[in-house]
């Protein structure tokens, strides 16, 4: 069903559906003191056979290889196999090609949602990257329909997400510069404007204003947070690919990756509704029904200074995650980040505040984070 | 009356921000730089400039350098004063050592070299760790150090004695409930309904667990509302099972944890602790 059927059919109802915010409150928080969101809105959408927790719910692979990284280069090869074998692992099949089609078929646009956002030295990886490319290719499904995204096209150039190691595939973000450098067009507006797609959004009781520095950044300011148009218009299936990175004494893998990278006008969200943000906006139905796959890049991570990049708290996690679920992905990740910042001396014990995020996704039917129901396979190649 | 000594940002220097000139630097070529002040770092480094923020941030002057064949990242970030800096210098840097010429704190790993003098919290990058790079990073260090000045920061007296000398490059400081949730998760309890509060936390490693002393101090906050009473500071000293907890002034708090020591030389040394605690005094 698209947006807009639904507001249709909504306003026939009388549910009173429409994008003012007066009148598109929600009730799910908990927590009074949290600024409210339109988060009932997204509730109201049937689900369908492709949302979010997926074709395998509470299943997570672990694919761990020491030899990831050889010589401080990760092996393309070595990822490729990791990546096949968690794949025939989460869907039971013989072959590459029968495992993809669990989830794709040869016409589906497939949009690859990458994390450049700490730069080269700590993005998804090219190797990981390609390996799932060259993985859909054999399953059948054509270049010209595989897409690499995320919401700043230029940090993607930067870590090397360009069409010479690309060729064939489209590579595009949200927000845009020029060849000149410039984020806005000759008619003034910014690049970012016209790939926001209105008919979507994340309404949140708080705004913040943004300087002329910050706002190409943000796209919009006030209350809304819109849809990328890559992810409601430009692709029907999304692998996620987050890297294994820390944010404070949290994660930010799966959910993190997918709320703050589709839409616009998050730079207010973070104080006061990070952990609801990373659990409502994939509960909207363009992530909720379209994200069929994820799969997290912990080759090599971070266990402190994450989400940027502070090569003092690099690893090599040599490892890689696959799951339907974002949710239970998530919390397989967490683990691992956590053990190794209480290894590390980093803190001393877990703190459930950090793994609040995943409640609440949980809350949302978005998959599992109740560790003792998830179902873990760990295997080496 | 017991107090202590509190030389906590004794010194307000600011340091000048000055633009950044490398044209010293043999086979350097500037490939970008910028300068990004409170209302723009958020477009630099996303989500993690709120941590920035919090401790208190002014502007950061970013190159991008070309040094032989190498590609090296050096971030200046001048923090709002000596404090802030040493904040975000205390929780960035691990498993480093700090390198004998040059003149201020700082810790080198192969990655990265930082930096703290006076407001200026320094982070030099380089790509991939070789001994080359990191004698170019010293280099630039020395460089920026020439333009910003030489300023050490000052450790609130509490912790200038013998007893921990050995640990104080784990000294943390936070300033706000980001970094506290960041790093010291076991303290974010005591400070959700507080603000402006300066809390040293310095975690000593026993044999089989920690020893955490903090020092917290309510800037500019005489009386910080309820704080001594809900966290029993209002009986000083409260020396209850494996918790010490004194009130120093109405707005000075010093909290000790630790679990049951493993050794005997584990319970001389916490109870050393705790005789130097009970004899600061005033100076």
């Known amino acids: 069903m698209k947006r807009r059927d639904f507001v249709k059919i909504s306003a026939v109802c009388g549910l009173g559906l429409s994008v003012s915010p007066a009148i598109s409150q929600p009730t799910l928080a908990s927590d009074d003191t949290k600024p409210k969101t339109n988060i009932e809105e997204a509730l109201k959408y049937p689900r369908t056979q492709n949302s979010l927790p997926g074709k395998y719910p509470g299943k997570v692979v672990r694919v761990n290889n020491p030899k990831a990284i050889v010589d401080e280069k990760i092996s393309e090869d070595v990822v490729y196999q990791m990546v096949a074998a968690g794949m025939l692992s989460l869907t039971g099949e013989k072959n590459i090609k029968n495992a993809y089609h669990k989830f794709f078929s040869d016409t589906d646009r497939i949009g690859l949602k990458v994390n450049p956002v700490a730069g080269p030295s700590l ?30 096209e230029f940090e993607m150039h930067e870590c090397g997400f360009i069409s010479d190691n690309f060729p064939g595939i489209t590579v595009i973000g949200t927000e845009q510069k020029d060849p000149s450098g410039s984020f806005y067009d000759k008619d003034g507006k910014l690049y970012g404007e016209n790939m926001i797609d209105k008919d979507w959004f994340y309404w949140a009781d708080t705004e913040e204003k943004y300087d002329a520095e910050t706002i190409p950044y943000m796209v919009n300011e006030g209350r809304y947070s819109y849809f990328s148009k890559i992810l409601t218009q430009m692709v029907d299936k999304v692998i996620n690919i987050p890297i294994l990175k820390n944010a404070g004494a949290s994660v930010t893998l799966c959910l993190k990756n997918l709320a703050y990278g589709a839409v616009s006008n998050t730079g207010r969200l973070h104080k006061q509704l990070w952990a609801e943000t990373c659990a409502e906006v994939p509960a909207f139905p363009p992530l909720r029904d379209k994200v069929v796959l994820n799969i997290v890049d912990g080759i090599k991570g971070c266990f402190d200074g994450g989400p940027g990049a502070n090569p003092n708290f690099f690893c090599n996690f040599n490892t890689v995650l696959i799951g339907t679920d974002p949710v239970a992905v998530d919390r397989i990740g967490y683990d691992i980040v956590i053990k190794k910042r209480i290894d590390e001396k980093i803190q001393q014990t877990d703190n459930p505040r950090g793994r609040r995020f995943m409640e609440l996704a949980s809350k949302l039917s978005l998959g599992i984070s109740d560790i003792e129901k998830i179902n873990l396979k760990t295997i080496s190649v | 009356m017991r107090s202590l000594i509190l030389i906590v940002g004794s010194f307000l220097l600011s340091i000048t921000s000055l633009s950044q000139d490398f044209s010293s630097l043999k086979n350097c070529k500037v490939l970008r730089s910028a300068e990004f002040s409170k209302e723009s770092l958020w477009g630099h480094i996303n989500g993690g400039a709120d941590l920035y923020l919090e401790y208190g941030f002014n502007i950061l002057h970013f190159t991008e350098l070309r040094v032989d064949s190498f590609t090296i990242r050096v971030e200046d970030y001048e923090m709002s004063d000596s404090e802030s800096a040493f904040g975000i210098y205390s ?193």
């Open chain 1, 123 to 152: 993005s998804t990886s090219l190797e990981i990257t390609k390996a799932i490319i060259r993985q859909l290719e054999e399953s059948g499904i054509s270049r010209k329909n595989i897409l690499i995204w995320d919401r700043r």
């Open chain 2, 91 to 283: 929780i960035s840097h691990f498993k480093c050592s700090p390198l004998s010429d040059i003149p201020v704190e700082n810790c080198q790993s192969r990655y990265q070299l930082q930096l703290l003098s006076g407001n200026h919290y320094i982070s030099i990058v380089n790509s991939s760790g070789t001994v080359h790079e990191q004698q170019i990073a010293l280099s630039i260090a020395k460089l920026l150090l020439e333009n910003i000045g030489v300023a050490h920061f000052t450790l609130p007296g509490l912790f200038n004695h013998n007893l921990f000398k050995d640990h104080l490059r784990n000294l943390k400081l936070y300033k706000g409930i980001l970094a506290l949730q960041n790093a010291a998760t076991s303290l974010v309890d005591y400070f959700q309904n507080y603000q402006n509060y300066l809390v040293y936390s310095l975690s000593i490693p026993l044999s089989q667990s920690y020893l955490n002393i903090s020092l917290v101090n309510f800037v500019n906050n005489p009386s910080p509302g309820d704080f001594p009473v809900a966290y029993g500071f209002d009986t000083s000293p409260d020396e209850s099972f494996m918790q010490y907890r004194v009130k120093i002034s109405p707005s000075v708090f010093v909290l000790v944890e630790y679990d049951e020591p493993a050794t005997l030389e584990e319970e001389s040394f916490i109870k050393n602790i705790l005789v130097h605690l009970e004899t600061l005094e005033i100076q």
